[in-house]
Structure formats: structure tokens, C-alpha cells
């Protein structure tokens, strides 16, 4: 099992990043060329930002069961984005539409 904060991620447009179920903490550091195919973060202590990576050859995500307050898209649409997961958050409104209906994402209404 790890813990702790994870290093910046770079990757190959064919690579599966799985660091699920861990005890991994803190924002999720990444560089704008990240080109994996499939990222699994799920079932970990990420808080703050989620930053989906520019479009490209991204085709699934699972953030499931963490504690990301924000959903941060350069996109309006899902793009090619086949399947994700983003349920079990604390995600603050807004969030794309998409990222409710396709993720299974909720968000929080700040009063």
C-alpha cells in the first residue's frame, strides 16, 4: 500500500496508471502531456483539483471515492472519454453535465 502525495506523472499515449486503493493524499500532480489511456486513482484521500487532461488519448478515468472539491475540463464535452467514475467526491457545483450523467459525479451547493 503507499501513502503520501503523489510525484509528477508522465506517461505513454498506451499506459494504465492504477494507484487505486491506497492511502494516497493531497492534489494529483501532472503534466499537460500526460497521455495515458486509462488512469485509476480511485479508493484514495485526493483532495482539491481533479485537472482532466486535454483531449487526446485519454479513453477512461476512475476518481471514484476520494476527496476532489473541483472538476476542471479545457472541454465542454466528454470528448473521447468512453468510460469513467467519479461518484463518492465532494465535488462543489458546477460540474459539466456530462461528468454528472456519464461519471455518476454529484456536486455540493454552497450556501
Not at 494507484?19 to 500532480?29: D, F, I, P
Not at 479508493?43 to 483539483?49: D, M
Not at 472539491?69 to 464535452?77: D, G, S, Y
Not at 468510460?83 to 461519471?103: G, S, T, V
Amino acid at each position: 500500500m503507499l501513502e503520501g502525495t503523489t510525484p509528477t506523472l508522465r506517461t505513454t499515449p498506451q499506459a494504465y496508471i492504477n494507484l487505486s486503493n491506497n492511502k494516497l493524499s493531497g492534489e494529483v500532480n501532472w503534466s499537460f502531456s500526460l497521455s495515458a489511456a486509462k488512469i485509476n486513482l480511485s479508493w484514495n484521500e485526493f483532495n482539491g483539483v481533479f485537472w482532466l487532461p486535454p483531449e487526446g488519448s485519454l479513453k477512461e478515468f476512475d476518481i471514484s471515492h476520494n476527496k476532489f472539491t473541483k472538476f476542471f475540463t479545457l472541454t465542454p464535452h466528454k470528448g473521447d472519454i468512453q468510460n469513467c467514475d467519479a461518484r463518492d467526491n465532494e465535488f462543489q457545483c458546477p460540474i459539466p453535465p456530462w461528468l454528472k450523467e456519464f461519471c455518476g459525479a454529484d456536486c455540493i451547493i454552497n450556501t
